[in-house]
Structure formats: structure tokens, C-alpha cells
């Protein structure tokens, strides 16, 4: 049962993770400082789409799976959990760009407003 509620505990970290990655430029417009924590994660997040990576945080939650006698699955966090729901044919290598270009311009996005509005108040 522990290991269960750990492999869940990693999920809802990756999930969080996630959205980070794509949303957590909004919270950097309010609280500028989360910048150092934030350009970094979604340049790894990014990274992780472009260079065809698993997470890290995906083989540590399939090895709880496991060892709580549950079933891992193969794969990466996106096409088990997030892709079955956007796309139920499965993760394709497009899609991953795709996906991976879309929070790159959310936040590029995200970054330039940040960067005008700084020095248009000097």
C-alpha cells in the first residue's frame, strides 16, 4: 500500500510538473522571481519533448508500481496519462514535437510580455 500511495505521490508531482512547464510562465508575470525556478523546468520539459527523453519521474513511478504488485506501463508519463485523454490513437513522434513546440511558444510568449513589461517601467 505504501509503495501505491508513493507511485501516486510521483504522479501528481509529474502532473504538477507538467503544467509548470506549460502554465508556470503566467505565475512568473505575477511573481518574477519564479523566473529561476521556471525557465529552467520548462527548458527541461521542452528537452525532454524535443530529444525523444522519458522523464526520470516516469521509470521511478512504474518501479513503485511494481513493487506495490501493480502493473508499470511502457512509455512515457505524457502517452500513459495525458495522451490517452488529448489523443486515444497513442503518442506519435509528431505529436511530441507538436507538443513540445506548444509550450515552447506559451512560454516564449510568456517571456517576451515579461521582458517588455520590465523595460518599458525603466
Do not use: K
Not at 16 to 21: D, G, I, L, T
Request: some cysteine; hydrophobic content about 55%.
Amino acid at each position: 500500500m505504501a509503495y501505491s500511495a508513493l507511485a501516486n505521490a510521483v504522479l501528481i508531482i509529474h502532473l504538477a510538473f507538467v503544467v509548470f512547464v506549460v502554465l508556470g510562465g503566467l505565475l512568473v508575470l505575477r511573481r518574477r522571481n519564479l523566473a529561476w525556478v521556471h525557465l529552467p523546468a520548462a527548458l527541461w520539459g521542452i528537452l525532454i519533448e524535443y530529444a525523444d527523453w522519458v522523464c526520470p519521474l516516469t521509470p521511478i513511478e512504474n518501479a513503485l508500481r511494481r513493487r506495490a504488485g501493480e502493473t508499470g506501463y511502457t512509455g512515457d508519463f505524457i502517452e500513459h496519462y495525458l495522451m490517452a485523454l488529448l489523443y486515444p490513437g497513442g503518442l506519435t513522434r509528431r505529436m511530441q514535437i507538436g507538443l513540445g513546440t506548444v509550450a515552447l511558444v506559451i512560454n516564449v510568449a510568456v517571456y517576451v510580455r515579461l521582458w517588455i513589461l520590465t523595460h518599458r517601467r525603466q
